[in-house]
Antibody, heavy 117, light 107 residues
C-alpha cells in the first residue's frame, strides 16, 4: 500500500521560497505522476502541478513561473519549490500520487505552511 | 480551465435520509470525474472514480452517476460518520480542478 508523507518548514517569510519534500513508501516512485495540491483554510483544494518520475513537469498556469518540482529516485522522494511567496500562499500542502482516477486514492496527511514575517 | 460547479454548498439532513449532490462541468469531461470526502484536519478520501466506480472499501451506500457535463453523487441512507465536506474533481484536462465543496451536516 503506497503511503506518502510531506516534510518541510511550517513557516516561511514573505518573498522567500517554500520548499517541501514528499517521501513515498510502500511502492516505487518510478513510472508514475506525483502531484502537489494545496488547500487554504476553509477553501477548495487547488492542483499545483505534477512531476513524472522522469522529471517532466506539468504545473498550474495560475502559478506562472513560481513553481518547480523534482524527483529523487534514489530516495523515493519528490519535491516542490514555490518562490516569491506571499500570505496568499498560506495553506495546507498535500502531496499525492496523481488525481487521475484511482490514483486519487493516495494522499499524504498534509502540512500546514504559513507565510509570515 | 474547466470550472466545476457543485451544489448545494451546504446541506442539512437527518440520519437515514437520502442525500444528493450535483456537480456540473463547464465543458464535456466524459466520465473523468472523482468524488472525495474530507473530514476536518484530514486529506480528501477518494470515494468514487470514473464518475460511477466505487473505490475499494467504500460502503455501497455511496453512489455516483453521470457523464458529459452533469454528475450526481448520492448517499442512500445518511450515517453519522458521513458528516464531512464532499468535493467533485475533474481529471479530463489540466489543471485538474475541484468543485467548491458541499458541507454536509446533521439536521
Amino acid at each position: 500500500q503506497v503511503q506518502l508523507q510531506e516534510s518541510g518548514p511550517g513557516l516561511v517569510k514573505p518573498s522567500e521560497t517554500l520548499s517541501l519534500t514528499c517521501t513515498v513508501s510502500g511502492g516505487s516512485i518510478t513510472a508514475s505522476f506525483w502531484t502537489w495540491i494545496r488547500q487554504p483554510a476553509g477553501k477548495t483544494p487547488e492542483w499545483l502541478g505534477r512531476v513524472y518520475s522522469s522529471g517532466t513537469i506539468e504545473h498550474n498556469p495560475s502559478l506562472k513561473s513560481r513553481v518547480t518540482m523534482s524527483v529523487d529516485m534514489s530516495k523515493n522522494q519528490f519535491s516542490l519549490n514555490l518562490k516569491s511567496v506571499t500570505a496568499a500562499d498560506t495553506a495546507v500542502y498535500y502531496c499525492a500520487k496523481d488525481l487521475f482516477a484511482r490514483s486519487g486514492a493516495y494522499w499524504g496527511q498534509g502540512i500546514l505552511v504559513t507565510v509570515s514575517s | 480551465d474547466i470550472q466545476m460547479t457543485q451544489s448545494p454548498s451546504s446541506l442539512s439532513a437527518s440520519l437515514g435520509d437520502r442525500v444528493t449532490i450535483t456537480c456540473q462541468a463547464s465543458q464535456d469531461i466524459s466520465n473523468y470525474l472523482n468524488w472525495y470526502q474530507q473530514k476536518p484536519g484530514k486529506a480528501p478520501k477518494l470515494l468514487i472514480y470514473g464518475a460511477s466506480n466505487l473505490e475499494t472499501g467504500v460502503p455501497s451506500r455511496f453512489r455516483g452517476s453521470g457523464s458529459g457535463t452533469d454528475f450526481t453523487f448520492t448517499i442512500s441512507s445518511l450515517q453519522p460518520e458521513d458528516i464531512a465536506t464532499y468535493y467533485c474533481q475533474q481529471y479530463h484536462n489540466l489543471p485538474h480542478t475541484f468543485g467548491q465543496g458541499t458541507k454536509l451536516e446533521i439536521k
